[in-house]
């Protein structure tokens, strides 16, 4: 049987890697495949199905809001030329190489990836630095995995979103050890885009900045996300990346160098949009009542216990419960309002510009949204059906002790293969929470272990290598890329299984 409940997975896996298959297709076919082995091997009833439809519904709507919305934003902000502000003005302040690969390629990365995702940080930084001299191929490997570690709570949360939607867990339960994780992971990120650009002697000349701007990013977003304001943990720790590591660099710059102009009015015009993003959400945190009045609105459904023919129980519960007036995706939805307005009123708009952030935000997550349906509607089948028991049964029965230090694996496999940390979280938490609960072991430790991996995997995905190739003139070389990445970022993961093992041990 666990080859039967496995073969959805693997199915998809063998589309995307060997086919070359869309995700939007592959996961259409493992949805498929998930439905009729459910059905004739698992022996889940009609009614057992149609409430796993159900459940799926809301979990996508939760996940899919903030995905459009967090990109919308991006949008509006990049068509007024906002995000050209900080890529104008940061190669300027100063001319050392390695200070330039930590403010930019790690600091810079690390904001992009809270603010838009979707291949954005390396898109974007990729030819600035090629225009300051580094190599393509550096260009190309500095910002992927300067960004690496800030892809869960990047995006607006979109990826840890996705795992408190499978698992039914709260950000109560999962952020702190998430957060910690994925912290600790930032600081040696710094590390590795020091020793990719310039070896050993730029990390000992370097060590301040790394210390300085690392403990700031990874205490920003801790405490960001320990106080329940997930979505927007990437954008404050990239933040506090910028806002530590600008000064720092200008007081490390070469004093020789003419003194540039800092645009403080258009640097504050150009971050509207994420000022009031953050604004509303603390808002609806700190003032009292107003988080339970905006909860007032609120969609979802109670749903029954279900039984399959071969006895596996799903207990009731209520779905996953959409509060809309205080939802991510609401909140971003204002925000990207506030900011369009702003911007036109400032005169940084062109015509017509309102209809390309539209096809472009259409564009860019119509193919993504298509598939992250079907594999959450793939996901809670296989869950209700009890084939994610049954393959959790088999991981701990065959990896048994040693499987916190594969949980990582596990998420990172998932990433590089289906394209992005979301769609490994989707496919995986519910697994890797199974099979915590059998093996009784932390499961917000191996949660945030899953969650880290596929972070750090997600950058090695083939999707997100071709953007970075094709924006630094390497079309053709992505082979040379991942050759360059692949070390670094299993030397990042061998850290977060000896930090997962020997968290798991003490705890």
Known sequence: MF??????????????????????????????????????????????????????VFLILDVLL??????????????????????RTLPHLTGDKGLQALLIGWAFASFLQGVGGFGVPTAVIAPILVGLGFSPLLAVILPSLGHSWAVTFGSLGASFNATMAVTGLGWEVLARPAALFLGITGIWVGIAVALAAGGPKALARLWLPIAVIGVSMSAAQYLTVSQGLWNIGGLMGGSAGLLVGIPLVWLMRDRSQPKQTFPWRDLLISL????????????????PGLKPFLSQVRIGLDFPATTTGAGYLVPAGPGRQLFVLRHAGMILLISSAAAYRVFRAAGWYREGALGR?????????????????????MAVVMEHAGMTDTLAKGFSSAIGWFYPAVSPWIGALGAVMTGSNANSNLIFSALQLRTAEILGLPAAFILAAQTTG???????????????????????????ILRALLPAIAVLLLLVSLMTFLVVLFL
């Open 3 to 56: 080859a039967l409940a496995v073969s959805p997975i693997l199915l998809i896996l063998i589309l995307m890697v060997g086919f070359r298959w869309k995700a939007s297709r592959a996961g259409g076919a493992g949805y498929l495949a998930a439905v009729l082995i459910a059905r004739i091997w698992f022996k889940i009833t009609l009614p057992a199905l149609a409430y796993s439809h159900a459940k799926a």
């Open 66 to 87: 903030i995905i459009w919305t967090a990109f919308l934003l991006y949008q509006v902000v990049a068509e007024a030329g906002g995000i050209e502000v900080l890529s």
């Open 272 to 287: 509207t949009g994420y000022g009031v993003l953050v604004g509303l959400t603390l808002m609806i945190q700190l003032i």
């Open 357 to 377: 952030i539209l096809k472009s935000t259409g564009r860019t997550v119509i193919g993504s949204s298509v598939g992250i349906t079907s594999i959450v509607m």
């Open 454 to 480: 596929g972070a750090l995997g997600s950058v090695t995905a083939p999707t997100k290598v071709i953007v970075g190739a094709s924006t630094a003139g390497l079309e053709g070389r992505e082979g040379d």
